[in-house]
């Protein structure tokens, strides 16, 4: 007898220590381990989508005839041996986890481990494609090379409609007045759900789930259909929009469903590319889709496995400012953050942009902690991983790692912010000014940010329209000074 010990971001039968096995001599195991629930403040949503999903997915496997040791334990450790002294099986398999963390777990456990087949792009045959390119690991080099091999939007050797890229159609602004955006799918709390809520630990933070976030691969499937037939049509020109009037706009809202394996990004994809095969959505949209699906996401997935252990500790711009109050209380006069850190609090959740131009780019500019900033993302979002986390905040929005990754820092002052959201007009502060009591806090923080990293990046051809801007301000001393009245606002609460 087998024991399959499978993590809760692994919730599917195809994983590849699962698919085929007979039912009759394998059993499953699921530990919940206290140490990990208990160990930090996750937002409640995050820790209730992990906790109902392994409980729904423990049910499923035993309605396919499975044996299922669900288990909360101490820690996983602690958990695997009790199951061993309890059930005596020949082995244990595991399939690769999704944690450099759990990869050492597993081989210090004396764990059969198993490829796995949760990506599309293993993390070996990443690293082969990275040996061959000198150290030039461009996402788009990336992203052509997956459409080619998966022959994803393919019109023989050439890209579908003659163009790899549509990015330039999906930077609109948000449009006038509320389009209909689609509505997400809800589901009703049933009595699992009650139950994982009620045994959450007193450090979980956040606002209780209302059925937006899927648990179980029907509901996930459910979420995945709307998006197809009412969202991927509008996704594309306003996937980078900001707007009060919707928090979701036209996104899929499939995260975190992907991100525990309940759903795989070859049927994602697959779905999208039939919808336009069928003429439902345009290629703009459909291609501007299919990027993120394979080609950040597996990128980033890459990347993670490339550069650990040693990722999560880089730091190459010295910053060191603790994450200031607003973070954890939402209170701050500056409209863009208030709503977004809203959006964080009621669903654990903020779209793309806002995650980078918004609160990376607020960290990124403030100087904050890189590790503190990555923490706190990793447990505020409900579809967040270390893996997802580490290269995108790190990496993309903090340029902690001196750009392996993005070959600029995305800096931006509260310009962008007007330009692609609907935040400034009511807003205490004025984007435009970079001094004075009423000075956007983006504005002036972007200049001090240049101001104060001329050095490091004036090597960065990149840069050199932001830093020659930055040379021709006359009140830069002024700015400074603003800036620092800012920090100082912002470390005690009150800006
Ligand atoms: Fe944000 Fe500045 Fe706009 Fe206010 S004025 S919403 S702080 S970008």
């Known amino acids: 007898m087998d024991t399959v010990w499978v993590f809760g971001d692994q919730l599917s039968v195809d994983i590849k220590s699962l698919a085929g096995r007979d039912p009759a001599t394998t059993t499953v195991l699921l530990v919940e381990s206290g140490a990990t629930i208990g160990d930090r403040p996750w937002h409640r949503q995050r820790l209730h989508v992990v906790l109902a999903g392994m409980r729904r997915f423990a049910g499923e496997l035993e309605t396919a005839g499975f ?8 820690t996983f450790a602690t958990g695997l041996r009790a199951h061993r002294e309890r059930f005596s099986p ?8 999704m944690s450099w963390s759990g990869q050492t777990m597993l081989e210090r456990l004396d764990v059969d481990i198993v490829g796995s087949n949760q990506f599309l792009c293993h993390r ?19 992203y ?9 939007l393919m019109d023989g050797d050439a890209p579908e409609g003659g ?17 209909g955006w689609p509505e997400p799918v809800v589901d009703d709390l049933d009595d699992l759900d009650a139950a ?7 450090s979980a933070v956040g606002a209780d789930p209302t059925g937006i976030w899927p648990t179980d691969r029907a509901g996930a499937l459910r979420r995945l259909e709307r998006f197809i037939a009412h969202g991927l049509p509008r996704f594309g020109p306003h996937q980078d929009a900001m707007t009060e009037s919707s928090w979701h706009l036209a996104h899929s809202l499939i995260s975190p469903a992907l991100n525990l394996g309940v759903l795989h990004p070859r049927e994602v994809v697959d779905a999208a590319v039939d919808a336009y095969d069928r003429g439902e959505a345009p290629l703009a949209s459909v291609e501007g889709f299919v990027r993120q699906i394979i080609g950040w996401r597996e990128y980033v997935w890459g990347l993670y496995w490339l550069w650990m252990p040693g990722y999560r500790d880089v730091n190459e711009l010295d910053a060191d400012r603790p994450l200031p109050p607003m973070f954890v209380t939402g209170d701050t006069e500056m409209r863009c953050m208030s709503e977004t850190l809203a959006g964080v609090e009621v669903h654990g959740y903020a779209h793309h942009i806002q995650r980078l131009m918004i609160l990376s780019n607020f960290a990124l500019i403030a100087g904050l902690d890189p590790q503190a900033f990555n923490a706190w993302m990793r447990e505020r979002f409900v579809d967040a991983a270390e893996w997802v986390m580490l290269p995108n905040v790190l990496g993309m929005g903090l340029h902690a790692d001196g750009g392996r990754m993005a070959t600029k820092p995305y800096a931006a002052s509260g310009a962008y912010i007007d330009r ?10 004025d984007r435009r000014a970079r001094v004075g009591d009423n000075a956007c806090p983006f504005t002036t923080l972007y200049w001090d940010f240049l101001a104060r990293n001329e050095a490091s990046l004036q090597g960065n051809g990149r840069m050199g329209r932001q830093l020659a801007n930055l040379r021709r301000l006359s009140d830069i001393d002024d700015v400074r000074a603003r800036a620092v009245e800012i920090l100082g606002l912002a470390g005690d609460g009150s800006l």
Request: negative net charge; aromatic residues 8%; glycine residues 6%.
């Open 90 to 97: 020949d082995r244990v398999v595991a399939m690769e986890p």
């Open 420 to 429: 692609m959201s609907d935040h400034c007009a009511g807003c205490v502060y």
């Open 196 to 202: 994982v809520l009620a045994g959450l630990p007193p």
């Open 144 to 152: 052509r090379w997956q459409r080619q091999r998966l022959d994803v």
């Open 67 to 74: 044996t299922v040791d669900l288990r909360p334990a101490p």
């Open 163 to 179: 163009r790899w890229n549509y990015d330039d159609q999906n930077r609109e602004p948000p449009p006038d007045g509320d389009p």
């Open 124 to 142: 070996d045959d990443f690293a082969a494609w990275a040996a061959e390119r000198d150290g030039r690991l461009r996402m788009e080099d990336f």
